[in-house]
Each structure stands twice: as structure tokens, then as C-alpha cells.
């Protein structure tokens, strides 16, 4: 039997077997004997019942992540991608982040083994892609939500000014912001009123918001009330002239991106033509490109000279690509 036939089998029935794994949730049937159980120890008189539906509720809201263990395990620090998911506004859990990792490495490595290229050359793209793309998309799905927020946040403070000046206390315009601004503010300012009236005071709910968006401009916002409740003074008027800061930085920073996006559309350009001419004859004629994945037993380190070249070249050009970045980035 061929050997890539073989290797499509098993790619296939890994994927299935995740993507079993990861869809199928819990039985229905020790879903209901649960919940039964739960009531009935809830209406229950007895002392040991009543512990027990309480440790019962506790162990069922904690999330567990038992449904992908072994590729959870896989990752060197959970709590920052955990926050990185959070960060995101979805509510996604790292054995689904994972899972999705595994299934584009094995998507990667099938097709690539599928048109001819040797097994460990395609492992190793397929690793970087389940490594790479899911992370580009979280850290893009970041970006938009951040942006979509401090387009938003200006317009909040002037919300929050409005209703101080009416005589509001600062926890029902709080309130008030997560009802009327859409989007990102309004849920970021939802779950500040919800962590108030669960007890936690306002500057841990503030914090915690700030901690997890990681913005300056909510930074700021913090920081002038938290200095507004030492000091006092007219809250509503800091707040307003807040707004006018932030409307002023947003309104530089989009003068700075529009002087330097022909820069920027520069460095896109050069660093990714390469890559794309080279994917693109590899993929229309491999033969062609066949000597450059050939390996040679006498040379450095089993390369081949045309595999060294490559790796030099892709080495200065990640260094020129750097370079270009940080010419083009301003800090406000």
C-alpha cells in the first residue's frame, strides 16, 4: 500500500478524533441525574446535604478544561494565553485554542504530504502554521477590539461627564455607560457595574478591566479617579477635559499612520514578495524547487549549499524587515 495513502489515513483519523473530542460535550443523561441532584439537595433541611449542593455547585463552575489535557499540558505558560483569550472578548478556552492549533498543523501537513513534499519538511511548516496562525489570530482579534474600544472611549467619558453633572453618583453612570455605548465599552463597563454590586470596590473593578485590556488610554482613566477620591475636586470637569486628551492623541495617531503608510506598505511589500515567488514555484512545479529541499550528506550540518543560502538570506531579511518596522513605529 502506498505510504502516503497510509499517511493521509492517519492524518485523517487524528483530526477526526479531535475533532470528536473537542464538539462532543458532556452526556445528557449525567447532565439530568446532576441537576436532580443539585435540587434535591437544595431543598433539603439536613446540614450535609446542604454542604454537599454547595461543594457540588463549586466543583461544577470551575472550569476544568478536562476535554483536551494532554494538548493543554503542552503550553510553557497557560496564564498569559489564558489572558490573551480574554483579551479577545470570546469566550474561548485554551483545550479549544489548542485544538484548533493541532487541527491546522494536521490540515498543513496532509495537504503538503498530499502534493509531494517530504514528510519532515511538511511537519515542520504544518508545526509552524499550528503554532503561528492561531496566534496571529488572537493577537489580531486583540488589536481590533482594543482599537474598536478607544475609538469608543472618548464618548464614554463624555457620557460619564454628563451624568455627574446631572447629579448621578459615578456607579450609576457607570451603569448608564454599559447600557448606552455598544461594543466593546459597553460590556468592558458592564462588568465593572457587575463586580461593584457583587462587592468588590471600584478600584479593584477598574483595575482588573485595566490589567486585561492593557491600554493606555483606560490606564489614564483609572489613574484620574483614583486621584480624583484622595484629592477630590470637580470630577466631572477632569473627566471632560480627559475626553479632549484622548480625541487629540487618537487624532495624531491617525496624522502618524497616514505619513507613514507608504512606508509601511514598502516593508510589506519587499519582505513579503520573496516568500510569495518562492511559494508560489514551489507549489506550480516542485521539481524545480526539489534541489533546494534535497539534502546533501557532505555539507554543513547535511545542508545542501543552496539551503544554506536560502537560510542566510531569510535571516538578513528578517533582520531588514525588523529595521523597517521600528523605523515606522511611533509611540504617542
Known amino acids: 500500500m502506498d505510504g502516503n495513502f497510509i499517511l493521509i489515513m492517519v492524518l485523517v483519523a487524528t483530526l477526526l478524533g479531535i475533532a470528536v473530542v473537542a464538539i462532543a460535550g458532556p452526556s445528557a443523561d449525567k447532565a439530568q441525574k446532576r441537576r436532580v441532584a443539585m435540587i434535591r439537595g437544595r431543598h433539603s433541611e439536613s446540614a450535609e446535604a446542604l454542604l454537599e449542593a454547595?461543594?457540588?455547585?463549586?466543583?461544577?463552575?470551575?472550569?476544568?478544561?478536562?476535554?483536551?489535557?494532554?494538548?493543554?499540558?503542552?503550553?510553557?505558560?497557560?496564564?498569559?494565553?489564558?489572558?490573551?483569550?480574554?483579551?479577545?472578548?470570546?469566550?474561548?478556552?485554551?483545550?479549544?485554542?489548542?485544538?484548533?492549533?493541532?487541527?491546522?498543523?494536521?490540515?498543513?501537513?496532509?495537504?503538503?504530504?498530499?502534493?509531494?513534499?517530504?514528510?519532515?519538511?511538511?511537519?515542520?511548516?504544518?508545526?509552524?502554521?499550528?503554532?503561528?496562525?492561531?496566534?496571529?489570530?488572537?493577537?489580531?482579534?486583540?488589536n481590533k477590539r482594543v482599537n474598536l474600544f478607544t475609538v469608543k472611549f472618548p464618548d464614554a467619558l463624555e457620557l460619564l461627564t454628563r451624568g455627574l453633572r446631572s447629579g448621578l453618583p459615578i456607579t450609576e453612570t457607570l451603569g448608564i455607560v454599559s447600557s448606552e455605548i455598544p461594543g466593546p465599552v459597553g460590556e468592558e463597563f458592564k462588568l465593572i457595574a457587575e463586580r461593584i454590586k457583587i462587592g468588590r470596590t471600584m478600584e479593584q473593578a477598574l483595575q482588573e478591566t485595566a490589567d486585561r485590556?492593557?491600554?493606555?488610554?483606560?490606564?489614564?482613566?483609572?489613574?484620574?479617579?483614583?486621584?480624583?477620591?484622595?484629592?477630590?475636586?470637580?470630577?466631572?470637569?477632569?473627566?471632560?477635559n480627559l475626553a479632549t486628551v484622548l480625541r487629540q492623541r487618537a487624532q495624531m495617531k491617525l496624522k502618524i499612520r497616514a505619513m507613514s503608510s507608504e512606508s509601511k506598505a514598502s516593508a510589506y511589500i519587499i519582505g513579503v514578495l520573496p516568500f510569495l515567488v518562492f511559494g508560489l514555484i514551489t507549489y506550480i512545479n516542485f521539481n524545480y524547487m526539489m534541489p533546494f529541499f534535497t539534502p546533501d550528506p557532505n555539507g554543513l550540518f547535511g545542508?545542501?549549499?543552496?539551503?544554506?543560502?536560502?537560510?542566510?538570506?531569510?535571516?538578513?531579511?528578517?533582520?531588514?524587515?525588523?529595521?523597517?518596522?521600528?523605523?515606522?513605529?511611533?509611540?504617542?
Open 54 to 142: 454547595r461543594m457540588r455547585r463549586a466543583i461544577s463552575n470551575r472550569n476544568t478544561g478536562g476535554d483536551a489535557k494532554m494538548l493543554v499540558s503542552l503550553i510553557p505558560n497557560p496564564e498569559n494565553l489564558a489572558k490573551r483569550l480574554q483579551m479577545t472578548g470570546r469566550k474561548w478556552t485554551l483545550s479549544q485554542y489548542m485544538t484548533g492549533c493541532a487541527v491546522v498543523f494536521l490540515l498543513i501537513t496532509g495537504f503538503l504530504a498530499v502534493r509531494g513534499f517530504p514528510f519532515l519538511f511538511a511537519m515542520m511548516v504544518g508545526l509552524a502554521a499550528g503554532l503561528g496562525l492561531p496566534h496571529w489570530w488572537v493577537g489580531r482579534l486583540i
Open 213 to 240: 485590556l492593557g491600554t493606555p488610554e483606560f490606564q489614564f482613566f483609572v489613574i484620574t479617579l483614583s486621584i480624583q477620591r484622595e484629592t477630590g475636586g470637580n470630577l466631572a470637569e477632569t473627566l471632560s
Open 303 to 332: 545542508l545542501g549549499m543552496m539551503q544554506v543560502v536560502g537560510i542566510g538570506g531569510m535571516c538578513w531579511m528578517g533582520i531588514g524587515a525588523f529595521i523597517m518596522a521600528q523605523m515606522v513605529n511611533f509611540e504617542i
